[in-house]
């Protein structure tokens, strides 16, 4: 089993930055991918980003929306991915999940991740 704590969130003005962690602990794998997901009220869960945590460059992959303003990373010996959330708008409020897949080359779908965070609000005033 698989554990995924996250931190990080908050309440910021739009235009601040906020930074999301999410350490894996437990049961880990040699290669395998964590990404970001966000649900805001009355939406369904949606992809922000995602990297694999292999010995390359990771991939890393983002939803159009927030490309150029977030930057996922990792931290392969510490099991950690980060999101860096920079320039941030209204529209990004919502609870941000951490998620972990035993498929190094999940990408966008709920499905391909087996374990999931609990959560993290990020509200982004205007």
């Known amino acids: 089993q698989v554990h995924l704590v996250e931190s990080g969130g908050g309440l910021v003005q739009a235009g601040g930055s906020l930074r999301l962690s999410c350490a894996a602990s437990?049961?880990?794998?040699?290669?395998?991918?964590m990404g970001w997901f966000r649900q805001a009220p009355g939406k369904e869960r949606e992809f922000v980003a995602r990297?694999?945590?292999?010995?390359?460059?990771?991939?890393?992959y983002y939803t159009d929306s927030v490309k150029g303003r977030f930057t996922i990373s990792r931290d392969i010996g510490k099991n950690t991915v980060y999101l860096q959330m920079n320039s941030l708008k209204p529209e990004d409020t919502a609870i941000y999940y951490c998620?972990?897949?035993?498929?190094?080359?999940?990408?966008?779908?709920?499905?391909?991740?087996?374990?999931w965070g609990q959560g993290t609000q990020v509200t982004v005033s205007s």
């Open positions: 437990g049961r880990t794998f040699s290669n395998y991918a």
């Open positions: 998620a972990a897949s035993t498929n190094p080359n999940a990408w966008t779908m709920t499905s391909a991740y087996d374990y």
């Open positions: 990297i694999s945590f292999d010995w390359g460059g990771g991939n890393p």
